[in-house]
């Protein structure tokens, strides 16, 4: 069985990859802008370089798509934050020109990569299930981008029903090899990485809606792989337990909680962003404090999913992962080295991200 991942240098691409090796039956194409290095995880697939915001690029991709039983979609674009036609184009009219590519070469299936962020506001003291409405959060280009893809993904299932279309929603996916990623793309040169060293955060912003949830990236591969293997359709929450909280942080990383209300961490966010000392903007506060938690009961019924890592050990391999920046050398998206061609500027040197993306 053929498989095509775009995007499948990043994050969840790279632990996809670790785990479809174990899979002897599969022949893995990988679609990236940038393309690894042939080591590691990345030897033993056919790569193709095309930038799916890129004029052309469902023609482009329909040679590799050709023959494929399934596509999976985890191209997006988190930065440049400052740049959000840029954004727009990747992540919308990106996953537009992937999905034409996959009607156009009658590939049976499609799996999506979403997100949590797709859902509309909702509860931080009980689990909503896929049902749960997904109009995004309002103030995040992330989450308004999900909504976009997902209602995209609505009309295909309406008007091609021979389609098996599958949306799968993480929570934040951690770890050890994307933390040069995830520091870069999120914390930029403010972060206290030596701190982090010790697993030691000494302040702890808290508010009692920043309750979020988290998975292992092996565990989402592990989802992925399983969805391969059934002709199920739908959508998937993926998340593991417990919830994190600023509770459990400081508990974690010895540190100290200090309640900050709404208002001031949204305030600081944009303050920072607009003077450019950190890569966010306040959008994602806004989404830390509006997205509901989620119930991945669903994957667990009918895709016999379970989490190997609960949430605390993956955060902790992120930190750690953080601390000692590490990430994959081959992968132009998780590299640890500022000074590779074409790849973002790291922590080491102090510079600001913002000109690369996580595939």
């Known amino acids: 069985m053929r498989v095509v991942i775009v995007g499948a240098t990043g994050n969840a691409g790279t632990a996809l990859l670790r785990r479809l090796r ?42 590799i798509f050709r023959g494929a039983a399934a596509v999976i979609n985890l191209s997006w674009q988190i930065q440049p934050s400052h740049s959000p036609r ?6 919308v009219l990106g996953g537009r020109e992937v999905a034409r590519a996959v009607l156009r070469t009658g590939v049976g299936t499609l799996v999506q990569a979403s997100s949590v962020g797709v859902y509309s506001p909702g509860p931080k003291d009980e689990f909503v299930t896929e049902s749960h409405p997904r109009s995004g959060v309002v103030e995040s280009s992330y989450s308004r981008h999900k909504a976009l893809v997902e209602r995209m993904l609505d009309e295909i299932e309406g008007d091609h029903p021979g389609l098996r279309v599958v949306r799968v929603r993480p929570g934040l996916i951690f770890q050890r090899e994307a933390g040069t990623e ?17 697993e030691r955060i000494p302040v702890v912003p808290s508010h009692r809606r920043l309750r979020m ?29 417990p919830v994190l909280d600023p509770r459990l942080a400081a508990e974690v990383f010895r540190g100290v909680r200090v309640p900050v209300p709404a ?32 119930s991945s009961a669903r994957a667990t019924a009918e895709l016999g999913w379970q989490p190997r890592h609960d949430a605390v050990a993956a955060l902790r391999e992120l930190v750690a992962g953080i601390a000692a920046r590490a990430g994959l ?10 000074d590779q061609p074409g790849r973002p500027g790291g922590l080491a040197r102090g510079r600001l991200p913002g000109t690369g993306d996580p595939y």
């Open 263 to 294: 208002i001031a961490l949204t305030g600081a966010a944009a303050l920072s962003w607009h003077l450019r000392l950190q890569p966010i903007d306040a959008g994602w506060v806004h989404l830390a404090l509006n997205a509901p938690l989620m």
């Open 22 to 63: 174990t899979e002897t039956d599969l022949e893995i194409a990988g679609v990236a802008r940038r393309l690894p290095e042939p080591e590691g995880v990345y030897r033993d697939v056919d790569w193709h370089s095309v930038d799916v915001a890129g004029e052309g690029a469902a023609a482009r991709l329909e040679p």
């Open 182 to 198: 995830i520091a870069r793309y999120f914390a930029g040169p403010l972060l206290p990485a030596r701190l982090l060293r010790h």
């Open 329 to 338: 050398a081959p992968s132009p998206p998780l590299s640890a080295d500022p």
């Open 213 to 241: 949830q988290a998975v292992h990236a092996d565990d989402v591969a592990d989802a992925y792989a399983r969805i391969l293997r059934t002709d199920i359709r739908g959508a998937f929450n993926i998340a593991a337990g």
């Open 86 to 91: 840029r954004l727009f184009r990747t992540n």
